[in-house]
């Protein structure tokens, strides 16, 4: 009998990847596994919004009526900045959260950076999951033979056992 303590489920929110989370989902009830969902996105597709200053109640007005705050950008405290996310991730992610709970199924979810298929590869080791469970994609003939699928990737590429659901 199949046995795995972690799975985790690479999820973008197309019908696919949320027939992979079911899956996922149904198969850790089953042998009673713990379920990360991962959603990668491409870094250049997000930006950091920086606070900007206001004078403090007791700050100095120097010439020109500027005050005399600190640059948060050299200041050696930094706090941490809050992201934003130009793609669907917040959307993706709420989707995954949604599944979760019908299904009533605990399960953490993970946002990764870069490449899907590498990304996710890297992350499944970092937490050693022992299956990743992707849905497959619909592509043209020519789109899958330039770009490759991530499925195709994550099962040429990955030592941890890949299922791949239609």
């Known amino acids: 009998m199949f046995h795995a303590d972690r799975i985790i489920v690479a999820f973008d929110g197309s019908e696919n990847s949320k027939k992979a989370l079911q899956t996922a989902i149904d198969l850790a009830k089953t042998v009673n596994a713990a379920i990360t ?24 007005y120097i010439s020109g009526g500027m005050t005399s705050v600190p640059d948060p950008l050299i200041s050696d405290v930094t706090s941490p900045e809050p992201m934003i996310y130009e793609d669907r991730t917040e959307e993706v992610i709420a989707e995954a959260r949604m599944m979760l709970n019908e299904q009533q199924a605990d399960g953490d979810i993970d946002i990764l950076e870069g490449d899907p298929a590498e990304s996710i590869i890297e992350h499944a080791n970092r937490i050693s999951a022992d299956m990743i469970v992707t849905g497959s994609r619909d592509q043209n003939r020519l789109k899958k033979l330039i770009f490759g699928s991530v499925s195709e990737k994550l099962s040429a590429k990955s030592d941890i056992p890949v299922l791949i659901v239609k």
């Open 37 to 60: 969902v991962a959603h990668s996105h491409d870094m250049k597709d997000n930006q950091t919004v920086i606070d900007p200053p206001r004078p403090a109640a007791e700050a100095s």
